[in-house]
């Protein structure tokens, strides 16, 4: 059974920071690369960060490039999204997934992040 449980959103002042948490089982995190999507308000969902099966490789949108990192514990099968000097701009849902993946895959329920000015 797939399960992706996202949490450690919340309401921050800009140029703050989180620290979001991805727990997956096992049989979809051990074999895939994984990310973190995030949906804004009226936007199509975007990858913003992504890490390969041993992490060894990281990439990030432009928009987030600097200041959000993205690592992972494959012994929790667990995918981490530190993000710091947040902007009103990061506001949205964040969700974890398999990278590609599109509105097919199996989502969970997100975490809610608001930056306030």
């Known amino acids: 059974q797939v399960q992706l449980v996202e949490s450690g959103g919340g309401l921050v002042q800009a140029g703050g920071s989180l620290r979001l948490s991805c727990a997956a089982s096992?049989?979809?995190?051990?074999?895939?690369?994984m990310g973190w999507y995030r949906q804004a308000p009226g936007k199509q969902r975007e990858l913003v960060a992504s890490?390969?099966?041993?992490?060894?490789?990281?990439n990030y949108a432009d928009s987030v490039k600097g200041r959000f990192s993205i690592s992972r514990d494959n012994g929790k099968n667990t995918v981490y999204l530190q993000m710091n000097s947040l902007k009103p701009e990061d506001t949205g849902v964040y969700y974890c997934?398999?990278?590609?993946?599109?509105?097919?895959?199996?989502w969970g329920q997100g975490t809610q992040v608001t930056v306030a000015s």
């Open positions: 890490i390969t099966i041993i992490g060894r490789r990281v």
């Open positions: 096992r049989s979809i995190f051990s074999i895939n690369d």
């Open positions: 997934n398999v990278v590609p993946a599109n509105l097919d895959n199996y």
